[in-house]
């Protein structure tokens, strides 16, 4: 069978927004995406461990980071829509044909989110009552190991969707009297395993960003032990997420991907891309490093600012990364384009709209965990 046969056939619609705007919006949903999504990917795991064992002002910072949880589930949950809608009109040829190779876990992950959000509702509410219940205990590990699931998932469709090449030995394997049973899993490919370890590095770097942010900012008056562990903590969970994140990134580069993208990516153009994607979170942990000794907000602000920008790098690469990969079969950026103005301009405004609205609601919060931190008696 020829591989490229199971690709959806071009759409007569073409594409509603050139590429460049369409490609440019899901690079910039997936940032937004993956900063909070970080925080519950390896940020809860890392915050029921100091919660459970961790000193003061370590479970000072995990009640904290418990507490926002919902909200940061929610927040992540919201922004993925984004780079999803646009992964489904610009890749729309293979991203349709995997996700029905492997429907049942794709589909899986709608009840294994819901449960892992009430389990950190639970949680929460466990903290804010002052008491936590074993229940409540056990729900927050379920919902921290149903987070390193729904990654794994979302990686395994992401990943498979560019091996074109592996579809018809899929399509064979769990094929049910000539239909496709959805239940493939495809396991045995080592870029999965190197992609999903890539990004759990990228997330604990993200994690240990946050610990800086929520000392350096959102602390008021009165939290320098809080800052000064803070300090500490931020540069040691930063390099464990650095050296790990360099670990599978050299798996990925140099153990998965094609010769021929690997000489696109690593010369000419692409160079200096992938030097800065790779060395972006070594420039913020050196700022961590600076303020291994207590954290102060404008070295907070720069430091956060640094990591939005690592995250980004690492989007706009992979973004290169795959229509590497797809070129063999068709060309991501050849769909003719049918502007559609209407539904761009509302999603555009809706867009700046809830960014809006987000920035008011941290800068209400900021000031009012401040007050509430002042008027804390001593």
């Known amino acids: 069978m020829n591989p490229a046969d199971l690709l959806a056939p071009p759409?007569?619609?073409g594409s509603p927004a050139p590429y460049w705007l369409l490609v440019a919006l899901k690079v910039?949903?997936?940032?937004?995406?993956?900063?909070?999504m970080s925080l519950w990917y390896t940020g809860l795991l890392v915050a029921l461990v100091l919660h459970a064992r961790g000193s003061d002002p370590g479970r000072e910072w995990a009640t904290r980071l418990l507490k926002q949880m919902p909200i940061i589930v929610a927040l992540g949950v919201n922004f993925g829509i984004v780079p999803l809608l646009f992964l489904q009109v610009t890749a729309y040829r293979v991203f349709y044909?995997?996700?029905i190779l492997v429907a049942w876990s794709w589909l899986a992950v709608i009840p294994l989110l819901t449960v892992a959000y009430y389990g950190v509702y639970a949680y929460a509410a466990g903290?804010?009552?002052?008491?936590?219940?074993?229940?409540q205990r056990a729900a927050g590990w379920t919902s921290a190991g149903l987070f390193l699931v729904?990654?794994?998932?979302?990686t395994h469709t992401m990943t498979l969707m560019?091996?074109?090449d592996a579809w018809p030995g899929i399509w064979e394997r769990s094929g049910v009297a000539g239909a496709v049973s959805g239940l493939a899993l495809h396991t045995s490919d080592p870029m999965l395993w190197s992609r999903w370890l890539l990004f759990l590095g990228l997330a604990l770097t993200t994690t240990a960003t946050h610990a800086v942010v929520d000392s350096g900012i959102f602390a008021g008056r009165g939290a320098d032990a809080y800052r000064r562990w803070a300090g500490g903590f931020a540069w040691r969970l930063y390099l464990v997420g650095l050296v790990w994140f360099a670990a599978?990134?050299?798996a990925y580069v140099f153990g998965t991907w094609d010769p021929e993208i690997r000489l696109r990516m690593l010369g000419g153009g692409l160079l200096p891309l992938t030097l800065l994607t790779a060395a972006g979170p070594g420039i913020v942990w050196l700022l961590l490093v600076v303020q291994r000794r207590g954290v102060t907000p404008r070295l907070a602000w720069a430091t956060s600012a640094a990591q939005v920008v690592v995250v980004a790098l690492n989007a706009v690469s992979r973004q290169v990364v795959q229509n590497l990969e797809l070129r063999p079969w068709f060309d991501v950026a050849a769909e003719p384009v049918r502007m559609q103005w209407s539904p761009l301009v509302v999603f555009l405004l809706l867009l700046v709209a809830g960014v809006g609205v987000l920035v008011w609601m941290i800068r209400h919060l900021v000031a009012a965990e401040r007050r509430a931190r002042t008027a804390a008696p001593a």
């Open 11 to 13: 759409s007569a619609l």
């Open 28 to 36: 910039l949903g997936f940032t937004l995406h993956a900063l909070p």
């Open 97 to 99: 044909p995997a996700t």
């Open 127 to 135: 903290i804010k009552r002052g008491h936590v219940a074993g229940w």
């Open 150 to 154: 729904i990654g794994f998932l979302y």
């Open 162 to 164: 560019t091996q074109v």
């Open 248 to 250: 599978a990134g050299a």
